[in-house]
């Protein structure tokens, strides 16, 4: 009798996660359904029809043919990027003695710093952009990746890492003649890996995604990023859905697949498993 109520709760929750994963992949499947929709279909029939009668890739090739998309493309992978690896080292450099160092203030500092995380981007959008502008950084890359050269929800994170590192691996480092910076490059970080690949992750499709900070700084439209062309597209094409579909799958496309690479990294792992007893 147990095994049968076991397995009626196994099948309940099995389907309660398909209804949400449903619900949750549903837009995304809309999407792809429209772009490979030819002109000929009604794209909002009702009910939806997520499959194309005949599916063609001509909303891909008119998207690509009519629009720089590659120099999009490229422009937000280089932004993308070097947002990762400046935010990545700022942070863990910053989360690092908050975490494992002992200075005065050290507790207030992390307050205030977490503090922040509270604080909408639309309140201190102004005096960053005022602040671009006064270093000269607007219409460029840096000034695109100014505000997200360091981030409290990082040092947040990865300070919380760091306290889970357990002592005897920074001890015996010491005792080896470890420098400060070697302790922090050849034994902390190696040991937060899946910490320091989600934030990698949270930050390139933060990056990736942005559409207001990109939109305010750029006026160059060889410099847009996928989002301003993907927007670029609407007004282009006079809402000819497909086609603004077709661009939105070519913008998405990269982090998804980002994310299928990089997700078997993000899996706590064992730090203490190198500590001999």
Same mark, same amino acid.
Request: glycine letters at 6%; a neutral charge; hydrophobic letters at 55%.
């Given at each position: 009798? @147990?095994?049968?109520?076991?397995?009626?709760?196994?099948?309940?929750?099995?389907?309660?996660?398909?209804?949400?994963?449903?619900?949750?992949?549903?837009?995304?499947?809309?999407?792809?359904?429209?772009?490979?929709?030819?002109?000929? +279909?009604?794209?909002?029939?009702?009910?939806?029809?997520?499959?194309?009668?005949? $599916?063609?890739?001509?909303?891909?090739?008119?998207?690509?043919?009519?629009?720089?998309?590659?120099?999009?493309?490229?422009?937000?992978?280089?932004?993308?990027?070097?947002?990762?690896?400046?935010?990545?080292?700022?942070?863990?450099?910053?989360?690092?003695?908050?975490?494992?160092?002992?200075?005065?203030?050290?507790?207030?500092?992390?307050?205030?710093?977490?503090?922040?995380?509270?604080?909408?981007?639309?309140?201190?959008?102004?005096?960053?952009?005022?602040?671009?502008?006064?270093?000269?950084? @607007?219409?460029?890359?840096?000034?695109?990746?100014?505000?997200?050269?360091?981030?409290?929800?990082?040092?947040?994170?990865? @300070?919380?890492?760091?306290?889970?590192? $357990?002592? +005897?691996? +920074?001890?015996?480092? !010491?005792?080896?003649?470890?420098?400060?910076?070697?302790?922090?490059?050849?034994?902390?970080?190696?040991?937060? @890996?899946?910490?320091?690949?989600?934030?990698?992750?949270?930050?390139?499709?933060?990056?990736?995604?942005?559409?207001?900070?990109?939109?305010?700084?750029?006026?160059?439209?060889?410099?847009?990023?996928? $989002?301003?062309?993907?927007?670029?597209?609407?007004?282009?094409?006079?809402?000819?859905?497909?086609?603004? /579909? /077709?661009?939105?799958?070519?913008?998405?496309?990269?982090?998804?697949?980002?994310?299928?690479?990089?997700? !078997?990294?993000?899996?706590?792992?064992?730090?203490?498993?190198?500590?001999?007893?």
């Amino acid at each position: 009798m @147990r095994s049968h109520n076991s397995k009626i709760k196994t099948a309940l929750m099995y389907a309660l996660l398909s209804g949400i994963a449903l619900v949750t992949l549903f837009p995304l499947l809309w999407l792809v359904g429209t772009a490979l929709k030819s002109p000929t +279909e009604n794209i909002f029939q009702s009910p939806p029809q997520l499959l194309p009668a005949q $599916p063609t890739l001509e909303n891909f090739v008119t998207v690509w043919q009519t629009n720089p998309f590659g120099q999009y493309m490229l422009n937000s992978t280089l932004i993308a990027v070097l947002t990762v690896c400046i935010n990545l080292l700022f942070c863990a450099l910053a989360a690092y003695p908050l975490a494992r160092l002992s200075f005065p203030g050290r507790d207030w500092i992390f307050i205030a710093i977490v503090t922040t995380i509270m604080i909408p981007f639309q309140i201190v959008m102004i005096p960053l952009y005022i602040l671009t502008v006064q270093m000269g950084l @607007r219409n460029s890359y840096l000034g695109v990746i100014f505000p997200s050269l360091a981030s409290a929800f990082g040092i947040f994170l990865l @300070r919380q890492a760091f306290l889970g590192v $357990p002592k +005897e691996l +920074e001890e015996a480092a !010491r005792m080896d003649g470890s420098s400060e910076l070697g302790l922090w490059w050849n034994i902390m970080l190696p040991a937060i @890996r899946p910490a320091i690949v989600t934030l990698a992750i949270f930050v390139f499709i933060g990056a990736w995604s942005d559409f207001l900070w990109p939109l305010i700084v750029i006026q160059d439209e060889n410099l847009y990023t996928l $989002p301003l062309g993907v927007a670029k597209l609407a007004g282009t094409f006079s809402l000819d859905w497909r086609l603004v /579909a /077709a661009g939105s799958v070519i913008s998405i496309a990269p982090v998804m697949l980002l994310f299928l690479f990089l997700q !078997r990294y993000i899996v706590p792992t064992d730090t203490g498993s190198g500590v001999k007893g």
